[in-house]
């Protein structure tokens, strides 16, 4: 893997957490997924090891688009991919969410934040070279 940008990636795997904070916070949807978890904000204690675990997935996951990317993508065909990947992200959660009877806006709410992230990762890694 000598060909991937390690800076783009970690770039992409901390905006990842940033986008994440922002779309789970009050601000955009925060109050309805947390309603749809019936859950109040106090209820919410995490543990470091969540937001380590979960960097590191998204390092990972920036890896595996990087790689399936190729050296020096083209923006559109990185942006394309990434989101068609977010979109499987979506889709496989959709499938999970059925047998889990969580609601289509539940599905929105976290499939449409993997769709985001995803699209990211192939805009840093179309951007970068």
Do not use: C
């Amino acid at each position: 893997m000598p060909e991937i940008n390690y800076f783009a990636v970690v770039v992409a795997a901390l905006l990842s957490f940033a986008i994440g904070g922002l779309w789970y916070s009050p601000l955009l949807f925060g109050r309805m997924w947390l309603e749809e978890m019936q859950l109040k904000a106090e209820d919410i204690k995490q543990k470091p090891s969540v937001f380590i675990l979960s960097f590191t997935f998204s390092v990972i996951a920036v890896f595996i688009v990087a790689d399936l990317l190729g050296p020096k993508p083209e923006l559109i065909n990185a942006l394309t991919i990434s989101g068609l990947i977010g979109a499987l992200v979506f889709l496989g959660l959709g499938i999970t969410y059925q047998f889990s009877n969580r609601t289509l806006r539940h599905l929105l709410i976290d499939g449409g934040y993997h769709i985001l992230q995803f699209t990211m990762f192939g805009l840093i890694l179309g951007s970068w070279h």
